[in-house]
């Protein structure tokens, strides 16, 4: 049985000092695809159509780039079965509770779960100032899923969820930082994991509706599909950002889509913002400056 110890790729001061900028663009991506997946009533077909924008980018960038080599494929496959199932359990936070308390649940429990595993389970040496990072923005994302008051009982399913999804991320994030790095290709091992994931919903979706799912898709098929194309953009390019970064310094940064998350419910959505929300955002940010420093 292989190392779990990552294989780290060659050194590139260019590229890492990239790292930083690829990671916020692809929370900001990341933040509005999950927007679209909300306004789109229906999750079930709102979560088909963004998989079918994944399997159609997934098919063609798989016939330009090489294949990953035998090592990369249990990381793949891992990260495909994975990567099903936090979607699902998505889906079903966002059908239990609101968005803007269930999204910064989700995506905050991640950098606890992997700053923990990858320093004891993957021995990735994780700097003072990144670990400073990691804390102040994970303060700061308790603070603005607690900012419109501490969830009573009859929350606890949606809650249920929106922390399983975050396990799930930070499952996948710790495969995928793994397996990058088992790979020659980065291009490669996106294409195929979206190539393995990709089918499934739509599938579940099919079985579900049957024979009405073509009429109830075209009304809302451009706003899914833009949906999974900002989605799986944002996807490829924390990837590659794990390539050359640390885990934990990656997964904590990408999680600013929190913030950006705030901004766009607040404008498109009309959710009041408030001062709770505004003061956390502001410790994220602070962590953001922590992290920067961590990257240089």
């Not at 590139?12 to 695809?33: D, E, G, K, N, Q």
């Not at 989700?106 to 990072?133: F, I």
């Not at 290709?185 to 009405?212: C, E, H, K, N």
């Not at 799986?232 to 929190?258: D, F, H, M, N, P």
Request: charged letters at 10%; a positive charge; aromatic letters at 8%.
């Amino acid at each position: 049985m292989d190392t779990l110890m990552p294989l780290a790729l060659p050194a590139s001061p260019a590229f890492t000092a990239l790292v930083p900028v690829v990671v916020l663009f692809a929370a900001l991506m990341h933040a509005s695809w999950n927007a679209v997946a909300h306004a789109i009533k229906d999750k079930l077909l709102g979560f088909a159509l963004i998989n079918l924008a994944y399997l159609l980018f997934a098919i063609v960038l798989a016939c330009f780039v090489p294949v990953p080599p035998a090592s990369a494929w249990p990381y793949i496959a891992g990260s495909a079965a994975l990567q099903v199932l936090y979607q699902l359990m998505l889906l079903q936070a966002y059908k239990l509770g609101d968005f803007g308390q269930m999204y910064p649940i989700a995506r905050g429990t991640s950098p606890w779960v992997v700053a923990v595993a990858a320093t004891l389970l993957l021995g990735q040496a994780l700097p003072g100032w990144e670990l400073a990072g990691v804390l102040v923005i994970s303060a700061g994302l308790i603070g603005l899923t607690l900012a419109d008051g501490v969830p009573g009982r009859g929350h606890l399913p949606a809650l249920a969820a929106a922390v399983g999804t975050g396990v799930l991320i930070a499952c996948y994030t710790l495969l995928d930082g793994v397996g990058v790095r088992h790979s020659d290709t980065v291009p490669g091992y996106v294409a195929w994991t979206l190539l393995l994931q990709a089918p499934v919903i739509p599938l579940i979706a099919f079985a579900v509706r049957r024979r009405s799912l073509l009429t109830e898709l075209r009304p809302v098929a451009a706003r899914g599909l833009i949906g999974g194309m900002l989605s799986l953009s944002a996807y490829g390019l924390v990837v590659w950002a794990q390539a050359y970064g640390t885990l934990a310094g990656v997964s904590a940064l990408r999680e600013t889509s929190i913030v950006f998350a705030a901004l766009i419910g607040s404008l498109v959505f009309r959710e009041r913002l408030g001062r709770v929300r505004l003061a956390a955002s502001a410790t994220v940010l602070a962590g953001i400056v922590l992290l920067n420093v961590g990257f240089g």
